[in-house]
């Protein structure tokens, strides 16, 4: 009996997602990203490498609004909007120490930052990661009121693997995961540069040391899961990328709908570099958008 599998032009597939290959100068974002977050790390207010599980990778770095002091007497407002900001590098690569750059544009306006690691893959599989990740976002929700955040608003969002992971937290049973937490934990989430279809990238050959296997591709491609029961996804992406980031980008509104996914863009004159350094910038559209969900709207220059 012949195989339904389909053929995938594993050439292709290579020249659609080696987003490195895509941007001949990649290398001088990661540099500018690297140079940026110690810079960041060395004169914001932080808090490094606090533990939210037991294994291998399992930290997060915290950034607190402008303005809060830990151990002062009680506040007098409530906490900030949190923003989970998760990191890509195909779950392969990079991590929290790379994205400190982003921290001060979001603590300025008023929102209390985090940032978590996560293992590694061929070290974990991506199932695993999403696991982490729940336990990240569980470790906030318990804990963030300390740091002047709000357990209440808690938006995450994450960039490429990690806008991955930010969908799959908005698809999260948390009542499933422990009966105290509220059913409603991550309420908004945004997906930069994100990925929901997992599938090509089983077949892709450089993405090989994931080890992604079909249950895998079925347990964590967002846009295989039911649409969540409530909470909404801003998904936009680089209008230079790739045909496949561009599809992907369109895959999550077509599986969720509209009404939890009412934002779906692609941002012109970005590639899949760039369009993170736009959060950062406050007249850009995304900069906006992320401080929209933060509920704090546009900030005056």
């Known amino acids: 009996m012949k195989s339904t599998e389909p053929v995938w032009d594993t050439q292709w597939l290579d020249r659609m997602y080696n987003n490195r290959a895509l941007v001949p100068d990649y290398a001088e974002h ?11 790390r060395k004169g914001l207010p932080c808090h490094l490498d606090v533990p939210y599980g037991h294994n291998v990778g399992e930290t997060l770095d915290i ?3 402008n303005g809060f002091s830990a151990g002062a007497a009680a506040p007098v407002k409530p906490g900030a909007p949190v923003l989970v900001f998760i990191h890509g590098g195909y779950w392969r690569s990079l991590g929290k120490v790379d994205h400190s750059f982003l921290a001060p544009h979001l603590t300025q306006a008023g929102a209390c930052v985090v940032m978590p690691d996560y293992a ?3 070290a974990v599989t991506i199932p695993e990661i999403v696991l982490q990740m729940v336990e990240a976002l569980v470790w906030t929700w318990r804990h963030i009121a300390d740091y002047g955040g709000d357990p209440q608003r808690i938006t995450v969002a994450g960039h490429s693997a990690g806008g991955h992971l930010a969908a799959m937290l908005l698809a999260c049973d948390w009542k499933e995961h422990a009966p105290d937490l509220p059913p409603d934990l991550v309420k908004k989430a945004l997906s930069i540069s994100g990925l929901y279809d997992l599938e090509p990238l089983r077949h892709t050959p450089f993405l090989q040391n994931l080890k992604l296997t079909p249950e895998h ?3 964590a491609s967002p846009a295989s899961l039911s649409r969540p029961g409530q909470g909404t996804l801003h998904s936009v992406v680089g209008a230079d990328e790739s045909d496949e980031f561009l599809r992907q980008n369109l895959l999550i509104r077509q599986a969720w709908g509209s009404k939890t996914v009412p ?3 692609s941002l012109p004159g970005l590639n899949h570099f760039s369009v993170l350094e736009a959060l950062t910038e406050p007249s850009h559209r995304l900069n906006q958008l992320t401080l929209e969900l933060l509920g704090l709207g546009p900030q005056p220059r």
């Open 63 to 65: 950034f607190p609004p």
């Open 120 to 122: 590694l893959c061929p």
């Open 30 to 40: 990661f540099t500018r990203w690297t140079r940026e977050s110690e810079s960041e």
């Open 263 to 265: 934002v779906c863009e």
């Open 217 to 219: 591709v079925q347990q």
